[in-house]
């Protein structure tokens, strides 16, 4: 990292390198991984539920709610379409989340 050579060249300390230059720059793939953390999570759990192997029946799972709505999809297939939507948009809403928090904190595109 050619920012910590430059500030160890000026004297800077290691509490000093890890306050002005190191966490600065670890915000932004931080904020990012995060945002994908919580969208892998989502489908996980969905994936998980839709399974059975996820949270039990009485709580409330958009995986357990397509695998319910799956004897009704040719009858009633918004019962299918909606649980699956949410995933969908909730899982773009995160990566979205995380790409403009990348490039409101990355250091580089500035």
Known sequence: MDYVKAARSRGA???RLMALH??????????VTMSLGFASAILSEAGL?????????PSP???????????????YP??????GC????????FNLLG??????TDAKAR
């Open 13 to 15: 300390g290691p509490v």
């Open 22 to 31: 190191i966490l600065p720059n670890m915000v932004s793939p931080l904020l």
């Open 49 to 57: 539920s839709y399974l059975g192997l996820g949270i039990q029946p």
């Open 61 to 75: 799972s958009w995986g357990m709610m397509l695998y319910e709505a799956q004897a009704y999809l040719l009858t």
């Open 78 to 83: 918004w019962y299918a379409v909606i649980p």
């Open 86 to 93: 949410m995933i969908t948009l909730m899982v773009l809403g």
């Open 99 to 104: 790409d403009g928090l990348r490039d409101l």
